[in-house]
């Protein structure tokens, strides 16, 4: 089984929907993030949480949402889909407080709005 | 802010040398680290180096200047599996968020 799990792994959808991304994971990591992939930019922090009382905005979060139901568990949701939202969406995790801590990441959502 | 350059497509032959350069502007500096990312797949960690000099882990090394604000990953005895795009991160100050670079597609040939 994957240490990080993604739901859904695929998602169409139309402009306005509610769409929640779900996360879960296995490793028992305090620290969790979602991340924006589209071409030719590389990775991008939504938002991150380091514990289920903290939640954090990243470079992006403009038109999402989190939620930190457990330690185990973020999801991400976008309350109100427009087109340029559709990328892949990964979460990740990791251990610990130093910047040496390697990230975990799920093998992604690929979400498409139409 | 913080921004992080690399080449966007690099081609190599199979058994070959290739090296990836990055580039990095930060306020601070904590370290920069590699990651491998297979056709849209999950990133997976490559290494870290928090200090000047060469890491070797088996066929894949990565070195840093920070004096230069420099670092590279060198691939050696590429392998066509190693075909793949690789992305520099730093993290933003000590707490583990990271910004990555934009990615460098490495096509090995056979």
């Known amino acids: 089984d994957a240490d990080v799990t993604q739901t859904p792994r695929n998602r169409i959808t139309k402009t306005g929907k509610r769409i929640m991304l779900e996360c879960s994971q296995t490793?028992?990591?305090?620290?969790m993030y979602w991340y924006r992939q589209d071409p030719g930019l590389g990775l991008r922090l939504i938002y991150y949480?380091?514990?289920?009382?903290?939640?954090n905005k990243g470079e992006i979060s403009d038109g999402y949402s989190v939620s930190r139901q457990a330690q185990a568990k973020f999801s991400l949701s976008l309350e109100s889909a427009i087109p340029n939202q559709t990328a892949l969406y990964f979460c990740?995790?990791?251990?610990?407080?130093?910047?040496?801590?390697?990230?975990?990441f799920g093998d992604g959502t690929r979400l498409s709005i139409l | 802010g913080q921004s992080l350059e690399q080449p966007s497509e690099v081609t190599a032959v199979e058994g070959a040398i290739v090296q990836i350069n990055c580039t990095y502007q930060?306020?601070?500096?904590?370290?920069l680290s590699w990651y491998q990312q297979h056709d849209g797949g999950a990133p997976t960690f490559l290494s870290y180096n928090a200090l000047d000099g060469l890491e070797e882990t088996g066929r894949f090394s990565s070195f840093l200047s920070r004096s230069d604000s420099y670092g590279y990953l060198l691939l050696q005895e590429l392998q066509m599996k190693d075909s793949a795009s690789y992305f520099c991160?730093?993290?933003?100050?000590?707490?583990?968020?990271?910004?990555f670079g934009q990615g460098t597609e490495l096509s090995v040939k056979p």
């Open positions: 490793k028992g990591h305090d620290r």
């Open positions: 949480s380091f514990d289920v009382k903290d939640i």
């Open positions: 990740a995790t990791s251990e610990g407080q130093g910047s040496n801590q390697p990230q975990h």
């Open positions: 930060t306020s601070g500096f904590y370290g």
């Open positions: 991160a730093v993290p933003l100050g000590q707490g583990g968020k990271l910004i």
